[in-house]
């Protein structure tokens, strides 16, 4: 309140004292209310209080903040007393502001002291996790993310990444994804699930009383897999998604029959339709699902990657083993790098020759000798670059031109790791094209080592199966 009222003085707006009375107020009339224990969260850097989207996340949580960093003032700090505010000098004003903004904990001097401090400080207040904010073209109060992560897991807290750009502001879709994942781990302990060797998980075909279902809803293509008590897979299937999720839900409840009792957890795109509160066990974040698989099949590795190649986003999981939380990161609104590249080009394909598959594509572009490399960063411009060159390209030029997409998709997907895991590392690929033997051939080249998947589990239904997983 305090940086409220400075800066309304400074402004000469009067509405300075008035706003924080109704605040004072608020505060007053929410403390005489009866409220349900939540969990205490904190945040770092610039709050984009505009995103209701994000809050109404964090509110259904049950989640309050209990430490912010734009507020985080410390003592350090020398503040002009409220009722000599009127009669300082402009002189007097700019040099106690740049006093402030120089010694403020999220500002300059030692950044990396400071952020270990703020962290510290938010733990002892009682935060079970971190929210990070970061804005392109507005770093004056962003130091280095991963200093800024560390710091917060060397405090013990949980942590998220949310990035965005401060004038088109946050993508909804992975802010949202990464919120939510967050929010949920906050929520649920750590536990590893009772499969104990990953060979061992086949098709069965024998009957059992309960089902768990999983639903992926996928931006382009929506998959399911069935799984009984002993989280053995029983079936899965994809299909196109369309953009009628509840209508999806019911069609595969029509095809699984009412015959037993089944329980049903949905993920994805649509996952948090409300719609679906009342009609499913379980509503997740395709993250979360995706790291209840990994720790389910994944027992045996440490400091492993995750990359989930989709229609429309790619995500990264870092993980020092598979009890802990893994480290996340996806693209933001661009679809640059990811599956979308491949089908439109195949979609465009089609239009002449109906029976090519995806698997044409790779086995086409695995034929090269070589890339012809993909020379543009944007997914729009990729496609339209590409099918321009297949269209004028003979036999030999357009497997080139194809291993150069796969290149393309492998090099953004290596933008997105950890700075000191880009050169090389072991990799769990999943999503549509992760057993292309083009793409695994060119993480191979790359310096990769990659994990194969158990037999009779298909890379893309592995959001799916974590997504059955999360049922009790």
Same mark, same amino acid.
């Given at each position: 309140?305090?940086?409220?009222?400075?800066?309304?003085?400074?402004?000469?707006?009067?509405?300075?004292?008035?706003?924080?009375?109704?605040?004072?107020?608020?505060?007053?009339?929410?403390?005489?209310?009866?409220?349900?224990?939540?969990?205490?969260?904190?945040?770092?850097?610039?709050?984009?209080?505009?995103?209701?989207?994000?809050?109404?996340?964090?509110?259904?949580?049950?989640?309050?903040?209990?430490?912010?960093?734009?507020?985080?003032?410390?003592?350090?700090?020398?503040?002009?007393?409220?009722?000599?505010?009127?009669?300082?000098?402009?002189?007097?004003?700019?040099?106690?502001?740049?006093?402030?903004?120089?010694?403020?904990?999220?500002?300059?001097?030692?950044?990396?002291?400071?952020?270990?401090?703020?962290?510290?400080?938010?733990?002892?207040?009682?935060?079970?996790?971190?929210?990070?904010?970061?804005?392109?073209?507005?770093?004056?109060?962003?130091?280095?993310?991963?200093?800024?992560?560390?710091?917060?897991?060397?405090?013990?807290?949980?942590?998220?990444?949310?990035?965005?750009?401060?004038?088109?502001?946050?993508?909804?879709?992975?802010?949202?994804?990464?919120?939510?994942?967050?929010?949920?781990?906050?929520?649920?302990?750590?536990?590893?699930?009772?499969?104990?060797?990953?060979?061992?998980?086949?098709?069965?075909?024998?009957?059992?009383?309960?089902?768990?279902?999983?639903?992926?809803?996928?931006?382009?293509?929506?998959?399911?897999? #069935? $799984? !009984?008590?002993?989280? =053995?897979?029983? @079936?899965?299937?994809? *299909? /196109?998604?369309?953009? %009628?999720? +509840?209508?999806?839900?019911?069609?595969?409840?029509?095809?699984?029959?009412?015959?037993?009792?089944?329980?049903?957890?949905?993920?994805?795109?649509?996952?948090?339709?409300?719609?679906?509160?009342?009609?499913?066990?379980?509503?997740?974040?395709?993250?979360?699902?995706?790291?209840?698989?990994?720790?389910?099949?994944?027992?045996?590795?440490?400091?492993?990657? #995750? $990359? !989930?190649?989709?229609? =429309?986003?790619? @995500?990264?999981?870092? *993980? /020092?083993?598979?009890? %802990?939380? +893994?480290?996340?990161?996806?693209?933001?609104?661009?679809?640059?790098?990811?599956?979308?590249?491949?089908?439109?080009?195949?979609?465009?394909?089609?239009?002449?020759?109906?029976?090519?598959?995806?698997?044409?594509?790779?086995?086409?572009?695995?034929?090269?000798?070589?890339?012809?490399?993909?020379?543009?960063?944007?997914?729009?411009?990729?496609?339209?670059? #590409?099918?321009?060159?297949?269209? =004028?390209?003979?036999?030999?030029?357009?497997?080139?031109?194809?291993?150069?997409?796969?290149?393309?998709?492998?090099?953004?997907?290596?933008?997105?790791?950890?700075?000191?895991?880009?050169?090389?590392?072991?990799?769990?690929?999943?999503?549509?094209?992760?057993?292309?033997?083009?793409?695994?051939?060119?993480?191979?080249?790359?310096?990769?080592?990659?994990?194969?998947?158990?037999?009779?589990?298909?890379?893309?239904?592995?959001?799916?199966?974590?997504?059955?997983?999360?049922?009790?």
């Amino acid at each position: 309140m305090h940086w409220h009222m400075l800066f309304s003085a400074f402004w000469g707006d009067p509405m300075g004292y008035s706003i924080c009375k109704q605040l004072k107020e608020d505060f007053i009339q929410e403390l005489s209310k009866e409220h349900k224990p939540g969990t205490r969260i904190s945040f770092f850097s610039l709050i984009p209080y505009g995103r209701s989207d994000l809050w109404r996340k964090i509110t259904e949580a049950n989640c309050y903040t209990t430490f912010e960093g734009v507020n985080y003032l410390s003592d350090k700090l020398s503040f002009i007393a409220m009722d000599k505010i009127h009669n300082c000098s402009e002189n007097e004003l700019f040099e106690n502001l740049a006093y402030n903004l120089i010694h403020s904990p999220m500002r300059g001097l030692d950044m990396a002291k400071k952020t270990e401090t703020f962290m510290n400080d938010a733990h002892s207040n009682g935060a079970k996790g971190m929210v990070i904010f970061t804005h392109e073209h507005c770093q004056m109060l962003a130091v280095r993310l991963d200093e800024v992560e560390k710091a917060a897991t060397h405090a013990g807290l949980k942590s998220v990444s949310i990035s965005g750009d401060c004038i088109l502001g946050m993508p909804p879709g992975p802010a949202g994804i990464r919120l939510g994942t967050f929010l949920n781990s906050l929520r649920t302990e750590n536990k590893v699930l009772n499969i104990i060797d990953p060979d061992k998980i086949s098709l069965i075909t024998r009957k059992v009383n309960d089902w768990r279902v999983g639903v992926d809803f996928g931006s382009g293509f929506s998959k399911y897999a #069935v $799984i !009984d008590n002993d989280n =053995q897979l029983i @079936k899965y299937e994809m *299909f /196109n998604s369309g953009i %009628d999720y +509840p209508h999806l839900l019911e069609e595969i409840k029509l095809k699984l029959g009412n015959n037993r009792n089944i329980h049903f957890a949905v993920a994805g795109v649509g996952g948090d339709n409300p719609q679906f509160k009342d009609n499913v066990t379980v509503q997740t974040t395709e993250i979360s699902a995706l790291i209840q698989a990994v720790r389910s099949i994944c027992l045996q590795y440490v400091g492993f990657t #995750v $990359i !989930d190649i989709g229609t =429309q986003d790619v @995500k990264v999981l870092k *993980f /020092n083993n598979p009890a %802990d939380e +893994p480290w996340v990161n996806t693209n933001k609104s661009c679809g640059a790098g990811t599956g979308m590249v491949l089908k439109q080009i195949l979609e465009r394909w089609q239009q002449t020759n109906p029976e090519i598959r995806f698997t044409d594509l790779d086995d086409m572009a695995f034929d090269a000798a070589k890339s012809e490399l993909v020379n543009t960063t944007c997914g729009i411009f990729a496609v339209t670059n #590409v099918v321009s060159a297949l269209v =004028q390209s003979n036999t030999g030029r357009r497997k080139e031109i194809l291993r150069g997409v796969y290149e393309y998709i492998a090099e953004q997907a290596i933008r997105l790791l950890p700075n000191n895991e880009k050169q090389s590392g072991l990799l769990l690929l999943t999503g549509g094209i992760a057993n292309h033997r083009t793409l695994n051939q060119i993480f191979i080249e790359k310096g990769f080592e990659l994990i194969k998947l158990p037999n009779k589990i298909h890379p893309q239904f592995l959001v799916a199966y974590g997504t059955a997983l999360t049922v009790n």
